[in-house]
């Protein structure tokens, strides 16, 4: 079992940065594969960007490619996504996710541990 708490998300004008902070409790952190998804009011969940277990590989949505950087810092069990350029349709709850089997792909139902979401707003 893994406990993940998002932080760091806030109201921020468009064009401005964000960064949101995942914290996982346990001690298998580097096993695990990780995920940022967010959900717009009315819409569903989707994929943002993932982290291999060593942080060496990285996917991103293509909404997400070349403003959002996803890290992580297995030494304080912590992943990140940077978000840069931001934009109003960025506006949605930012949910950290856990996959044991280490996968780091783009589907919900990969993941089986669940933060309790960051409200991120961008307003224009």
């Known amino acids: 079992q893994v406990q993940l708490v998002e932080s760091g998300g806030g109201l921020v004008q468009a064009g401005g940065s964000l960064r949101l902070s995942c914290a996982a409790s346990?001690?298998?952190?580097?096993?695990?594969?990780m995920g940022w998804f967010r959900q717009a009011p009315g819409k569903a969940r989707e994929f943002v960007a993932a982290i291999s277990r060593s942080g060496g590989r990285t996917n991103y949505a293509d909404s997400a490619k070349g403003r959002f950087t996803i890290s992580r810092d297995i030494a304080k069990n912590t992943v990140y996504l940077q978000m840069n350029s931001l934009k109003p349709e960025d506006t949605a709850v930012y949910y950290c996710?856990?996959?044991?089997?280490?996968?780091?792909?783009?589907?919900?139902?990969?993941?089986?541990?669940w933060g309790q979401g960051a409200q991120v707003t961008v307003s224009s």
């Open positions: 996710a856990a996959d044991r089997s280490g996968n780091y792909g783009g589907a919900v139902s990969l993941y089986d541990y």
């Open positions: 346990g001690r298998t952190f580097s096993s695990y594969g």
